[in-house]
């Protein structure tokens, strides 16, 4: 059982993936690595840890929890080159989001397949915080 109700969607996630990319402006551009993602002991958190083959995209560590009033689901990011975020999250109906709307306002949007073995996600940015431009697509396969 998880520690809040609002968790119990993120399950789909758990387990290990591979993770292929590529930049739109550049297609020959490819964005190799992997994540995991397995639950803190106890159910109140999940943790993501991922690493990515080219030095251009940076290793690191997320912390996904919900907040215990409201239930909304939040991601706190880390990684390899000290950069941390919080993004708004929400997985459901086969949906899985990240969003922020502040200095740097960047969204994800991800679709799991009918059997739940991928994710074929884009990363979109606005660097006016307004206007989304197509930023980056990965797509999540299921090792186990």
């Excluded at 119990?8 to 190799?32: H, K, M, N, Q, Y």
């Excluded at 002991?41 to 943790?47: I, K």
């Excluded at 996904?64 to 997985?91: E, K």
């Amino acid at each position: 059982m998880h520690a809040h109700l609002a968790l119990a969607p993120l399950e789909a996630l758990v387990g290990d993936w591979t993770v292929d990319g590529a930049l739109p402006a550049d297609p020959s551009f490819s964005i190799r690595g992997w994540a995991s993602f397995e639950w803190l002991p106890g159910g109140a958190f999940l943790v993501e840890r991922w690493g990515i083959e080219v030095p251009e995209f940076p290793d690191g560590i997320a912390i996904i929890g919900a907040d215990p009033a409201t239930g909304a689901l939040t991601q706190h990011y880390y990684d390899s080159r000290g950069v941390q975020r919080v993004y708004g999250m929400s997985l459901a109906d086969g949906v899985w989001k990240l969003w922020r709307d502040d200095d740097f306002s960047q969204r994800f949007t991800g679709a799991f397949s009918e059997d739940g073995a991928t994710v074929t996600g884009r990363w979109e940015i606005a660097h006016d915080g307004v206007t989304w431009e197509h930023d980056f697509d990965l797509v999540y396969a299921r090792v186990r």
